[in-house]
């Protein structure tokens, strides 16, 4: 597709469900990025793919969190278990441009996942 | 402890002056920084890029400097415009983008 797609755009769940947000990259960038924003806040860094792999995990806030992209393209971000502070925008993002370990160019960010845990 | 701070909360000025939004970090070293719009209900945009042996970058009413010695950058835009009230995000490249806070940005006529 022409952007990073999301999905679902929304999704309203109860305490304890678990959850999967989808993302979709824009086609050929390696580098795929989950960032959290909650009402009103900056976005908080989850985890980053490069390829398959996920050299970075620091982010995710417990182990109910976490997240797998296959084929270099799709990523799947999956909450156990979800709290009322998991309530959030889930952010996805991709980029082409990551050369010697460090961003150098533009993220291209979808427009996010809105999880409301009730 | 790292942190990246943009100092305003909010700023509001008026149609045709020049906003200016400052964004401070200490413990990073960034090669590269970004800053990024941010509209209610959307993802951030990519606005500009500067590298850490830039000290100053341009595109249309858009202005960034990079200053590594006082580790800020400072981001102007000048003849501002209602169309131009949004959040603006900066962030520094290490191995991810990491973001600062945000300046919400009100232009009134």
């Known amino acids: 597709g022409a952007g990073v797609s999301q999905s679902p755009s929304n999704k309203v769940t109860e305490k304890g469900k678990d959850v999967e947000l989808r993302c979709d990259p824009i086609?050929?960038?390696?580098?795929l990025y989950w960032y959290r924003q909650s009402l009103g806040q900056g976005l908080e860094f989850l985890i980053y793919?490069?390829?398959?792999?996920?050299?970075?995990k620091s982010g995710l806030p417990s182990d109910r969190f976490s997240a797998e992209r296959t084929g270099g393209s799709v990523s799947t971000l999956t909450i156990q278990r979800t709290q009322q502070e998991d309530s959030a925008v889930y952010l996805c993002?991709?980029?082409?441009?990551?050369?010697?370990?460090?961003?150098?160019?533009?993220?291209?960010f979808g427009e996010g996942s809105r999880l409301t845990v009730l | 402890s790292q942190k990246i701070e943009q100092n305003s909360e909010a700023l509001n000025i008026q149609e045709g002056k020049t906003a200016t939004l400052t964004c401070n970090y200490t413990n990073y070293s960034p090669a590269y920084l970004q800053w990024y719009r941010q509209d209610p209900g959307r993802g951030p945009v990519f606005l500009l890029l500067?590298?850490?042996?830039?000290k100053e970058k341009r595109k249309e009413r858009l202005k960034v400097t990079f200053d590594t010695t006082l580790k800020q950058s400072l981001f102007h835009i000048t003849a501002s415009q209602p169309a131009d009230s949004a959040t603006y995000l900066c962030a520094l490249s290490t191995d991810k983008l990491i973001f600062g806070t945000g300046t919400r940005l009100q232009v009134f006529p």
């Open positions: 993002a991709s980029s082409l441009t990551f050369h010697g370990g460090t961003v150098t160019g533009e993220l291209f």
């Open positions: 086609s050929g960038h390696t580098a």
């Open positions: 793919f490069q390829g398959n792999s996920a050299p970075d």
């Open positions: 500067i590298r850490e042996n830039e």
